[in-house]
């Protein structure tokens, strides 16, 4: 079953805005991860944020972890025609045996 | 260049029959993973493997099969009994099972026509 629910399902947005998706989940977690795909590629590994934290960055992403909410937040700040990708956020479970559990994904556009 | 490879990167299969996804990664890692992608939904996790010559299933095995005789090596094989086999395969590794960080391959797209 699927932990993770990114909102929205895809966002357009002009080169040099923002762009911020969100990932919902039901139970409690050990990590939250935020993965990148470009079209038909793999995955590349954004950012790892754990339950005791609150706010992570790395060069223009931004995560943030409300774990009474159950939500996390990426923030790309000062888009680029190059962060236009798919992002995917993946959970690993409290009691679970470190499987990850993944989210649907956010299909980002940046517009030239 | 160290890294995980997948090939081929394209397979057409025709159906009843049998063909094998190879993933190879010279990372040192000790965990392997194989994922299905389907459009619009997340990763499934097919087989797992922890270290090698181990292997367990995931949450969508069957009509699958996977060895782990190399630590480099855990090849997929899509069996005649998976019936809707066409998707997009991804192969991942981590230092160890509970090493957080997974790494992907390239994937391979297999159709069945």
């Known amino acids: 079953s699927q932990q993770g629910e990114e909102d929205p399902q895809a966002l357009s947005i002009q080169e040099g805005e923002n762009a911020t998706m969100n990932c919902s989940y039901k139970t409690s977690i050990n990590n939250l991860q935020w993965y990148r795909q470009n079209s038909g590629r793999g995955l590349v590994h954004l950012i790892l944020?754990?339950?005791n934290e609150r706010e992570k960055h790395s060069g223009r992403l931004r995560v943030t972890l409300d774990t009474s909410k159950k939500s996390s937040s990426l923030l790309i700040t000062a888009s680029r025609a190059a962060d236009t990708a798919s992002y995917f956020c993946?959970?690993?479970?409290?009691?679970?045996?470190?499987?990850?559990?993944w989210g649907a994904g956010t299909k980002l556009i940046i517009k030239p | 260049d160290g890294g995980i490879t997948q090939s081929p990167k394209y397979l057409f299969r025709k159906e009843g029959q049998n063909v094998t996804l190879s993933c190879e990664q010279n990372?040192?890692?000790?965990?392997m993973y194989w994922y299905r992608q389907d459009p619009g939904q997340g990763l499934r996790l097919i087989y797992y493997?922890?270290?090698?010559?181990?292997?367990q299933k995931g949450d969508i095995a069957e009509g699958y099969s996977v060895s782990r005789e190399k630590k480099e090596s855990f090849p997929l094989t899509v069996t005649s009994a998976q019936k809707n086999p066409t998707a997009f395969y991804l192969c991942?590794?981590?230092?160890?099972?509970?090493?957080?960080?997974?790494?992907f391959g390239p994937g391979t797209r297999l159709t069945v026509l």
């Open positions: 991942a590794s981590s230092m160890n099972w509970a090493t957080d960080t997974q790494y």
């Open positions: 990372l040192n890692h000790d965990a």
């Open positions: 993946a959970t690993v479970l409290m009691d679970s045996n470190y499987q990850l559990i």
């Open positions: 493997s922890q270290i090698v010559n181990d292997f």
């Open positions: 944020i754990r339950s």
